[in-house]
């Protein structure tokens, strides 16, 4: 449980002023050029960040775009385009200052009126999490000088300052998009002009993207390396082989199997960490849709908790990659509270509840629908489906590719299925989705697609999202994750553990809490 | 037909074993016979009596499961199957050479006629391009092939069948051998290109001073090239001596019983009038075959039939001849509308055929039948012949079990076993599966019996009991015939009036005395001067 | 003149056949349940019913099918193959990106197998009932009975992990700097295993295939009569054998062309080769219609141009043909 | 009788038959052989063959009995290799016959039809099939009937337009049968050994592709088949070898063995080449 006192946290961002970044300082001398390695897995459609927020956009477009701020593996904010931020007593005004002398990749200067631009044009329009958060929270965005931009809000949201990352708040050149073209058919998009310290060279879809030094880059002397290269290889073995051959340097988590990894963490010269996701500390779960029986049936969702073992699943289907999760908040998280109901795997319990709640499982037709994400997942889908055979459910999988899980979820046409969330740093963003009764909208896989309704819950997690004071949040948190927690209202499983695994001659890779999404100005290469 | 005293090529007591399992142990069995330099042999008989196989077997071209196991092939004094292949191959093509039945399937298609020929003269040693080139356009003269400069540079696709066989013939001739060997050279043919092929190997022959092996099933071919003959039944020798004495004379009750089988029309018995009722009329019948054709070329049209007419009454038999291509197939596919009629009418007992519709004239099918020309592809080889016989009479209505009974009475009426209807078409041979196709046309009792080339794929001592057997129920049923065939010799002795077709019309029409003797046409009198043996009469040989 | 007649009606059925294969796989695709706009919304993290009636009247999906396949048609016949959702670049561009490598691949993995085929088919021929033959034959078997991307696998484990030799993945090394011979050669080495891979089931087939058609045209007439003359037996086979044997053998792969493209969706995915085989499954799995339809067309039109030249070809070498049409 | 003798001569083809026997009665038996679902734990995950006697062919990372895997598997197989060759066949037998009986404008718009789907690659149209109408076992012996009936319906054609002009058919007509009766009591019959042979390769081809689409990820994934087993092991392929092999063997065996068969029985049906091969 990670205890942060967001009072001080508040007050001291506001009159400080934080220069550097965390681990700036380096244990050797950083060394200038090298070619860095990495994979993009799968291959992005696009590279323009504020269009597409899958993975591997972020990771090879946060090298390119960059956001307000950045975050510590502590979940602090730090600067990026913004160099200091101060925020009002009563919660409602956000002020950042902008660092000097930014240039586009085009040459032209950076300002605050391509963050208005941006706050207030592009992402409402094209960024869904950001459209919700601008029309419920926010007043007026404007930029008093050059270098100032001003948020006003409507009523407090004590996760304001988690919104600006670069996932949520990437910053758009004004000059390119603020035309009247659709921003999506913008011929920009293919050419993509960012502020950060690597530029597009060459795209040879397929194959590699390839990004070589900014060398009008606002921070003198930096980045240190020439080229990076992301390299798309769409077979996982092939991808352990890349690695293992010295072709790529750097493996991001899901680049290869959990297996390949306790094999590849065991090679000479190379080392891993799991840091680097705690801004996102991805939770898996399941979904049970509780419209209709058996999910209904709040002992039915208890009964299947019981009939799982997560260990199981956390050791033999993903190499130990995670751990138990015990609730709607990842362990790393802020407000984690673990006094929550436990369902250890206990068959007999499980039959027993069933059998308490006179449910007859044989006049149940279950469909599993798993997540396609690969060969962990499928066997993940297949074990959960034995052991609920085994209470006697008929369940059957019903195989779908990404885009038939994306339309089956957002029509809620499932059954049971597998999802995981993003956290991004505060329960208000990353977790309340998930259980919000005014957040049952079609449309969207990630939004109460269960459909799990409870005033109660709604009532905490509004209180704590607009509570100016951390003690007042955690508390309606904690007691919003008991409720959630009995009432099962998805079927938590485990938190995943990305491991990042790379050359030791590779240096400062992971810094942040975004890991591999932070531009890499600061990374270099032993020689 | 000097004799010599070592002959040019003496079969000696050769045997070649068949794989265990066939009808009997020895494809040929321990023959012997010469043959002399500047002489021609002719190796007569019916298929399945090893003639081809003994040429193949001088030739060293057995396929790999026959060997000869016993005697020698001596040529010029060396025996031949002694030789190892390299061998063997220096003396085929330049010492020895070989024509074939089939000119086209002989030739390689995908390699023009020149080369073909120039090829003999490269693989035994010409190494000059231009001495071959001038070679292979002598060989075409020489062959009477026209244009040869042009004609060499063809594919053999493009030649006709008696010009694809004098390609043949100038190949095997190229190096000037001391045995041709011609393996049914003009079996193929039309009957007078058989005329023109025979009278050129019969011209080099005496030119080159060749010694000729041809092996044939005709004696009337036999009666007009031969200078001795060897006759062979069933793998074994029966009779051989000169021409004369064979054709004329022959000992071996086999040869005379092949003799007797020999078409020939025989002036004697001139037909009476038919006057029975008119049943059949056609009238400007017309059928265009058009091919090809497109927005840059014109599509190509042939008249297969171009404005027939003619009659046929109850009881009478007409005869339709004429060589491949002149429509005469067309006109008996017309008269069954197995084919879209162009224009015309057929008048069956009065009413006109032709606008008919498929379903309309599916009814009165059964009284115009056809008898086919291949008894092996006409029966369908998964039915049994009772079945075959029942499905006509039960398509058109008529009880099974009626239908049944008549099929075993017609088996009789035919000359086949009852039992017979129980079996299926394989088990029997040629002439008994042409039995059955001319049951199964009778079943439905028909007026009128179309029998197209009924005959022709038969052996000739099968031939003559088919034909009799058409003749004696014509006899009994009072049925009316068209006989469609290529020879005239048949022609002329079933049939009570002929029609001689030549590119789609009618250019002869008359009885067969008429025809034979008095032929008013250009084209008919060429093919009455083209039939083979027209100088030997067989009934006489074997009075 | 014939020739004309037969271009002109053989580019109208070309024309015909893929404006089918257009109209099928058009009317196919969109038979999906997957609606690509959602698919997109759902991947963008949220997405209310607005954002989504945005996105469908942005990618025309509003609109009633028959327009739709109007439209595309219209576009098709101007060499525009639509907009590609995801990838937010021309279809045309996409394809154009990948085709060479496909081609590439496909091309090597036909020659190689038509070449190694044909050689093997009549050695086998040649020395029918040999032990050779038996090894050749059974070999054949083997290779025609086992799955494409077991051979991949298994390739990839011997020569790439264990023994080093060849390139698991990838065209070319990537970040060399190579240019002309250097850079070919360096594609060159990529392109063993895969054209090796995809060809081996091909070459089964037309080993197969050639031996079939080599024994049946030796057992041909004009054999015998080549043997008559004196032909060597090895001039034979050469000389008047193999070119009669051979034709079918090309129309049958000409025919098979396509079908290499499918191997090479397995193939492409294994090796990580940048092709429209891996192009296609993305987009199939990405429910991106435009850039699936095109793949489908492209293909179709160069299975007709293979087809056509195939003929053309055909024509050329086999005299025979030209009369008969 | 004597149609077996002749296929009894070709040892390749007993061989062949005896491995399909093989894997038809373990597939008709699996569970009797294998009465725990091959879906069900049974053991420790990943048990290399040597391991443990219980598991002969090892355990998967789940820790599922790779050979009750393999029993089961045989039965997905062979199921969706014939069925899906049944309704090939069906699908190309019409449409060849009613082409090559009818000829002329039916003929060509059925060709036409027919070069549509030839022209498209099989596997990737089975692909987009399988993929648009979901994977389980219906859409994918569809998928695979669907794009494998155009050469049984070019045979077919070809045949029926050879036959058509036979004089045993020719015979028909005159003797007054329907065109419909002739298709089928004439010409059909006598095309059917060509079909036959044809048939059994369409069986194996069926289970190749069946296993291809599995290694996609595209397999029904309720019903353990050969192809899903090493498209699920396919990424661990260095760590557990046995967990691909012998799925693949079992592909391999399977599909050898069926076409040996069909040669055995081109050779027995068609005694005429017999004489030509080695």
């Known amino acids: 449980m990670v205890v942060i006192d967001r009072r001080s946290m508040l007050t001291g961002a506001a009159g400080l002023i934080l220069a550097g970044t965390v681990g700036a300082v380096a244990q050797e001398t950083p060394v200038k050029g090298g070619v860095l390695n990495m994979i993009a897995q799968p291959e992005p459609p696009i590279l323009m960040v504020g269009l597409n927020t899958q993975g591997p956009t972020l990771y090879v477009g946060g090298q390119i775009y960059q956001s307000l701020l950045t975050y510590g593996t502590d979940l602090k904010p730090l600067p990026s385009l913004a160099k200091s931020w101060v925020v009002a007593e009563d919660g409602l005004t956000y002020t950042f200052t902008l660092q000097d002398n930014v240039k586009w990749h085009d040459g032209k200067p950076f300002s605050a009126d391509d963050v208005v631009f941006t706050a207030d044009k592009f992402l409402r329009e094209s960024h869904p999490r950001w459209r919700l958060i601008a029309t419920t929270y926010v007043e007026s965005i404007t930029s008093p000088a050059p270098n100032q931009v001003v948020f006003k809000l409507k009523k407090p949201f004590s996760a304001f300052l988690h919104a600006f990352e670069l996932s949520s708040f990437p910053i758009i050149p004004k000059h390119l998009y603020d035309n009247g073209t659709d921003y999506r058919t913008n011929p920009a998009n293919q050419t993509p002009i960012g502020t950060g310290p690597f530029k597009l060279k060459e795209w040879k879809r397929g194959s590699y993207i390839h990004l070589v030094r900014n060398e009008d880059y606002w921070k003198p002397g930096q980045p240190y390396l020439d080229e990076l290269y992301f390299r798309i290889i769409p077979d996982s073995a092939s991808r352990a082989v890349a690695f293992e051959k010295g072709t790529v340097d750097v493996l991001r988590g899901g680049d290869v199997e959990g297996f390949e990894v306790r094999r590849l963490v065991k090679l000479k010269d190379v080392e891993n960490t799991t840091s680097g996701w705690e801004n996102y500390a991805p939770l898996v779960f399941m979904e049970m849709n509780q419209r209709t029986m058996p999910f209904s049936d709040k002992n039915v969702r208890k009964a299947i908790m019981h009939a799982i073992d997560r260990e199981f699943i956390v050791k033999n289907i993903f190499f130990g990659l995670g751990k138990v999760a015990t609730g709607p908040f990842a362990s790393t998280t802020l407000y984690y509270s673990s006094d929550v109901p436990a369902y250890p795997f206990d068959m007999a319990k499980a039959k027993k509840l069933l059998a308490d709640a006179k449910v007859n499982p044989a006049d149940y037709s279950i469909r599993l629908m798993p997540l396609p994400y690969g060969a962990a997942w499928d066997r993940m889908a297949e074990y959960i489906k034995q052991q609920i055979a085994q209470l006697g459910f008929k369940i059957a999988i019903t195989g779908v590719d990404a885009g038939g899980w994306s339309q089956k979820m957002s029509d809620f046409d499932f059954d049971l299925s597998f999802n995981f969330t993003y956290q991004y740093g505060d329960p208000a963003l990353g977790v309340a989705r998930h259980y919000l009764s005014n957040n049952i909208i079609k449309g969207t896989p990630y939004g109460n697609n269960e459909h799990y309704i409870n005033p109660k819950v709604d009532e905490l997690f509004n209180l704590a999202a607009g509570a100016v004071s951390q003690d007042v949040a955690a508390k309606a948190y904690a007691e919003a994750q008991k409720i959630i927690v009995d009432d099962v209202a998805l079927g938590w499983l485990y938190e995943m553990q990305n491991v990042t695994i790379y050359r030791n001659k590779v240096k400062n890779l992971v810094k942040t809490g975004i890991g591999l999404n932070q531009y890499m100005d600061e990374v270099w290469i032993a020689k | ?543 | 003149m014939k020739t004309l007649d037969f271009l002109f009606q053989r580019l109208l059925k070309a024309i015909l056949v893929v404006l089918g294969v257009v109209i099928l796989n058009f009317m196919l695709i969109h038979m999906a349940p997957g609606d690509p706009a959602s698919v997109l919304a759902g991947e963008a993290g949220a997405g209310d019913a607005k954002y989504i009636a945005q996105l469908r009247a942005q990618f025309g999906l509003d609109q009633p099918l028959y327009w739709q396949l109007w439209t595309y048609l219209q576009g098709v016949l101007t060499g525009d193959l639509g907009f590609s959702y995801r990838n937010q670049v021309p279809v045309m561009t996409l394809i154009l990106e990948r085709l060479p490598a496909t081609l590439l691949l496909t091309g090597c993995a036909f020659v190689f197998s038509l070449v190694l085929g044909i050689a093997l088919g009549v050695i086998a021929a040649y020395k029918r009932g040999s032990i050779a033959d038996s090894l050749v034959m059974t070999s054949a078997l083997v290779f025609y009975a086992t799955p494409l991307f077991w051979i991949a696998l298994m390739a990839v484990l011997v020569f790439s992990l264990h023994l080093d030799w060849l390139p698991p993945f990838d065209m070319e090394s990537i970040g060399t700097g190579y240019t002309g011979w250097a850079r070919a050669a360096d594609i060159a080495h990529h392109l063993v295993l895969p054209t090796v891979t995809l060809g081996l089931f091909f070459t089964a087939v037309y080993t197969r295939l050639t031996r079939a058609s080599m024994l049946e045209v030796m057992a041909l007439d004009f054999v015998k009569t080549a043997r008559a003359k004196g032909v060597p037996k090895a001039q034979v086979i050469r000389r008047h054998v193999l070119r009669n044997a051979i034709l079918p053998v090309f129309t049958f792969a000409s025919m098979q062309a396509g079908q290499l493209v499918g191997g090479a969706v397995l193939t492409e995915t294994v090796f990580a080769w940048p092709g429209i085989g891996r192009l296609m499954f993305d987009a199939l799995l990405q429910r991106d219609y435009p850039v699936l339809l095109g793949v489908f067309l492209v293909t179709a039109a160069v299975v007709v141009i293979v087809n056509l030249i195939a003929d053309l070809m055909y024509r050329f070498v086999d005299p025979r043909i030209e009369a008969a049409n | ?278």
């Open chain 2, 1 to 543: 037909m000097t004799a010599q005293a070592t002959p040019l090529l003496r079969i000696d007591n050769l045997s070649i074993p068949l794989p265990a399992g066939l009808d009997r142990a020895f494809a040929v069995d321990n023959i012997s016979f010469d043959l002399n330099a500047g002489e021609i042999l002719c190796i007569v008989g019916e298929s399945g009596s090893g003639k081809s196989l003994t040429a193949n077997a001088i030739m060293g071209l057995l396929p790999d499961y026959l060997t000869p196991t016993n005697g020698e092939i001596l040529f010029r004094g060396k025996n031949l199957l002694a030789m190892r292949e390299p061998e063997l191959e220096t003396e085929r093509g330049r010492t020895m050479a070989m024509v074939f039945q089939e000119p086209l399937s002989a030739l390689n298609p995908l390699m023009k006629v020149g080369d073909q020929i120039a090829e003999v003269l490269q693989v035994h040693g010409e190494k000059s391009a231009d001495a071959r080139n001038r070679r292979v356009l002598d060989l075409l003269e020489f062959v009477g092939l026209p244009d040869p400069a042009n004609l060499r540079g063809a594919y053999p696709f493009r030649l006709s069948g008696g010009q694809r066989q004098r390609v043949m013939i100038a190949m095997a001739l190229a190096l000037e051998p001391a045995l041709l060997i011609a393996d049914e050279p003009t079996t193929a043919l039309d009957v007078t290109t058989q005329a023109q092929i025979l009278e050129l190997i019969r011209k080099i022959q005496q030119a080159k001073g060749m010694g000729v092996m041809f092996v044939t099933h005709d004696f009337g071919v036999v009666a007009d090239i031969a200078d001795r003959v060897v006759v062979m039944e069933r793998g074994l020798i029966v009779e051989q001596g000169p021409a004369d004495a064979v054709l004329n004379r022959p000992q071996h009750p086999y040869t005379r019983r092949l003799i007797a089988a020999v078409p020939h029309r025989d002036a004697a018995d001139a037909k009476a009038e038919v006057d029975g009722e008119m049943l059949l009329e056609v009238k400007g019948l017309r059928k265009v075959y058009s091919s090809g054709g497109g927005l840059f070329s014109k599509p190509r049209i042939v008249k297969a039939v171009n404005d027939i007419s003619f009659t046929l009454r109850r009881g009478e038999t007409l005869g339709v001849v004429g060589e491949s291509g002149s429509g005469k197939s067309t006109l008996g596919r017309c008269l069954l509308k197995l084919t879209e009629i162009d224009g015309g009418e057929i008048l069956f007992r009065g009413s006109d055929l032709v606008p008919l519709s498929a379903s309309a004239f599916r009814p009165l099918r059964r009284h115009i039948q056809m008898v086919f020309q291949d008894p092996f592809a006409s029966l369908n080889p998964r039915q049994t012949v009772g079945r075959i016989l029942t499905d006509g009479p039960v398509a058109n209505g008529v009880p099974y079990a009626e239908a049944e009974a008549k099929a075993r009475e017609l088996l009789d009426l035919v000359g086949l076993e009852v039992s017979a209807f129980d079996r299926y078409p394989q088990e029997f041979s040629g002439g008994q599966r042409q039995r059955v196709g001319i049951a199964r046309a009778l079943a439905l009792e028909p007026e009128l019996l179309v029998a197209d080339e009924s005959v022709s794929a038969l052996d000739v001592s099968v031939q003559a009991q088919v034909l009799d057997l058409l003749q004696d129920l014509q006899n009994k049923l009072n049925i009316a015939i068209i006989f469609i065939t290529h020879d005239l010799r048949i022609a002329a002795q079933i049939c009570d009036r002929i029609a001689v077709m030549y590119r789609g019309e009618i250019v002869e029409y008359g009885p067969p005395e008429q025809v034979f003797d008095a032929p008013r046409h250009a084209y008919t009198q060429a093919l009455i001067a083209a039939i083979p043996g027209s100088h030997w009469n067989p009934r006489l040989a074997v009075l």
């Open chain 4, 1 to 278: 009788m004597t149609f077996f003798k002749r296929y009894a001569q070709n040892y390749g083809a007993l061989i062949g038959l005896a491995i399909l026997v093989i894997v038809a009665v373990v597939a008709l038996t699996a569970p009797l052989l294998f009465p725990v679902s091959p879906w069900q734990s049974v053991g420790d995950p990943l048990l290399s063959p040597s391991e443990n006697p219980a598991f002969p062919f090892g355990t998967d990372m789940l820790g599922r009995d790779i050979a009750a895997g393999l029993a089961y598997g045989a039965r997905v197989s062979l199921l969706i290799g014939i069925v899906s060759t049944a309704v090939a066949v069906v699908i190309g037998v019409s449409i060849g016959a009613l082409a090559g009986f009818y000829g002329g404008r039916i003929d060509d718009i059925l060709m036409r039809f027919t070069e549509f789907f030839q022209t498209i690659p099989a596997f990737a149209m089975a692909i987009v099939l399988v993929a648009i109408f979901n994977p389980n076992i219906v859409s994918i012996t569809l998928a695979i009937a669907v794009v494998s009936w155009p050469p049984v319906a070019r045979l077919v054609r070809g045949e029926f337009l050879s036959l058509r002009s036979r004089e045993f058919v020719q015979a028909a007509v005159v003797i007054g049968q329907s065109g419909p009766r002739i298709m089928f009591t004439q010409i059909l019959p006598n095309a059917i050994s060509p079909i036959i042979v044809t048939a059994s390769l369409m069986v194996a081809t069926a289970i190749l592709t069946e296993s291809s689409l599995s290694f996609l990820g595209l397999g029904d994934r309720n019903m353990m088949s050969w192809g899903f087993m090493i498209g699920a092991a396919r990424t661990m392929l260095r760590e557990a070898w046995w967990m691909s092999f012998f799925p693949g063997v079992a592909i391999l065996l399977t599909v050898l063995a069926i076409n040996l068969i069909g040669e055995g029985l081109n050779d027995a049906m068609n005694p005429h080449l017999r004489g030509r091969k080695g």
